[in-house]
């Protein structure tokens, strides 16, 4: 038994335990993603993050592994010789001349030497299998992080109830605190400070970082080209002259594009429009109800909100994008949409463009025709593969083919928040009452609402036949008795509630007051403000003026 033990390398009990840590941990983390909150409840365990995290966080990681590695394997392509450069083959410490090295590769040309050097059928075949593979989950764990990114915490997603969700909120504000009174006795009161403001700049006020940023990608990218490309069009892929002058153009107008939504105003409601703004829409007194703004000193219309970024009101808001710097409203909507349009259009035609280039230099070099050893083959030699000659241009051109991959990736991502907007829209919805439905949803899953008013039910069921048949004022919301006028919603929550004689109530409704029925599934209200997709789309593109 000794024996055995003294055989037993340090190694082998180091895997041993990292093996067992793994597994307790992978055990942890699907305990904790899968296992529905009342079971970890009865179990005791009552703090822990939100199930989000138990997506997300996997997601990014798994993203940018495959991302550093690609952005390792790019800089390797740029540090490397090409496979034609006799640097591949000799080196400073080489004692062979100058002439006679060019004179001896003439015979056997350093690409065909390097081919058969560094390749193999059988590692072609699997290279190029992996290289699949490896871009099938990139792309899936693309399309999930940008699903993550856009709809962010769902409440779809996460299935904690809102006392935990505020208690991990305290907990994690507490830890925050702790981290900013250790930062503060490291570097001062004086330096903290300073990281205050600017961090309340940077996340609580407009700033044109994220402007520079775009501007700095999309001008990168039209310089780049110009660089690189620019000089190689026409060419037999890209034959017709016009492209060089619908270069400019496309260029030309995602630049208008980006401006004129950045510099619009997306319906600022004052004390001007704001008579006009409220008549605009109606209360459904399901996710909107009359408010008063309290930072504007102007009542809320429907389908508006606050901007803390904006420091305005804004009639219609969709969200605060960071992009434009600006606020998308009832305004600039369809200015908004012809910048994403603008950034698909130049980022798709930029990859296309790329892409013929590299087509050409393919066709060009007679690649499909070069040939290396290979001792396998009948002849002992065999042309390159579609992927080996692929990689050759690669080597060629790698701005480009960066530039191409690049511009793709930009397009597919803009293209699917294009497509979510486009929905939104057709929907009748914004992106602010897309996360009110999913809000009001969640607290009908979870007993945080338990019944409606049944005036404020059949307003919402007869809401398009009261517009049509009663003037727009009567329309305009359910009639309340005086009981219920602190009730600005018609959404209940009678369960735990006392009734006049100091008993838990049943849910049946208290007498003399507006009668509620239960509220079980958001089936059971629709959406006022969707008037078909065709009409919506309308009121969207050409929107009635505020002013």
């Keep these: 038994m000794t024996n055995t033990l003294n055989t037993i390398s340090q190694q082998e009990i180091n895997g041993f335990v990292l093996y067992l840590t793994s597994t307790l941990l992978l055990a942890v983390y699907l305990g904790w993603g899968l296992v529905p909150d009342t079971v970890l409840a009865e179990t005791g365990v009552s703090y822990y993050p939100s199930k989000q995290w138990a997506v997300s966080v ?52 350093i690409v065909a030497a390097n081919r058969a050097l560094m390749y193999s059928k059988t590692n072609a075949r699997t290279s190029r299998k992996s290289m699949v593979d490896v871009a099938i989950v990139v792309a899936m764990l693309a399309v999930l992080a940008v699903f993550i990114f856009i709809f962010g915490e769902s409440q779809y997603l996460d299935s904690s109830s809102k006392d935990q969700r505020a208690r991990h909120i305290m907990n994690l504000s507490n830890v925050c605190n702790e981290y900013s009174t250790a930062l503060e006795f490291v570097l001062g009161k004086t330096c903290m400070r300073r990281v205050d403001a600017f961090s309340d700049r940077m996340f609580y006020s407009r700033h044109p970082l994220i402007q520079i940023f775009y501007l700095v990608l999309v001008t990168g990218s039209v310089v780049t080209f110009l660089l690189f490309g620019w000089n190689k069009i026409p060419n037999q892929q890209v034959s ?71 420091k305005h009101c804004i009639a219609k808001c969709d969200h605060h994008c960071a992009w434009i710097n600006n606020c998308v409203g009832h305004a ?32 060009v070099r007679n690649v499909a025709n070069l040939w290396i050893r290979d001792e396998t083959a009948p002849n002992g030699g065999r042309p390159l593969s579609r992927m080996e000659g692929i990689f050759y241009v690669a080597q060629i051109e790698p701005v480009l083919v960066a530039l191409s991959a690049f511009a793709g990736m930009c397009g597919v991502v803009v293209t699917l928040f ?71 919603t018609g959404l209940r929550n009678r369960k735990g509630a006392l009734d006049a004689n100091g008993m838990p109530n049943t849910g049946a409704p208290i007498e003399g007051e507006d009668q509620d029925v239960p509220f079980t599934s958001i089936e059971q209200v629709r959406n006022i403000y969707d008037r078909g997709f065709i009409r919506n789309v309308w009121d969207v593109v050409f929107p009635s003026p505020l002013d």
């Design 58 to 109: 996997p997601v990014w990681l798994l993203l940018w592994i495959p991302t550093t590695l690609a952005l390792y394997t790019g800089i390797n392509l740029f540090r490397t010789p090409s496979l034609a450069s006799r640097d591949t083959v000799t080196d400073d410490a080489a004692t062979v001349s100058e002439s006679g090295l060019k004179s001896h590769l003439m015979d056997t040309p």
């Design 240 to 310: 017709p002259a016009h492209h060089r002058y619908l270069f400019w153009a496309v260029s030309g107008f995602c630049y208008y594009a980006f401006l004129t939504a950045s510099w619009s105003n997306p319906g600022y409601i004052t004390s001007k429009n704001v008579k006009k703004a409220v008549d605009m829409y109606d209360h459904d007194y399901l996710i909107y109800s009359p408010k008063h703004c309290q930072t504007c000193l102007l009542d809320k219309p429907a389908r508006s909100k606050h901007c803390s970024l904006c």
């Design 332 to 363: 600039n909507y369809p200015l908004f949409l012809r910048f994403l349009a603008a950034t698909v259009l130049i980022s798709f035609y930029m990859s296309y463009l790329s892409f013929r280039v590299l087509q050409n230099e393919y066709h």
């Design 418 to 488: 294009l497509g979510y907007q486009i929905w939104t829209v057709g929907s009748g919805k914004t992106t602010n009452e897309v996360f009110k439905w999913e809000d009001l949803d969640y607290e009908l899953r979870h007993g945080v609402v338990t019944h409606i008013s049944k005036k404020t039910l059949e307003h919402n069921r007869n809401y398009g036949k009261l517009i049509e048949t009663v003037p727009h004022d009567a329309a305009k919301r359910p009639e309340k008795d005086k009981s219920a006028a602190k009730q600005e």
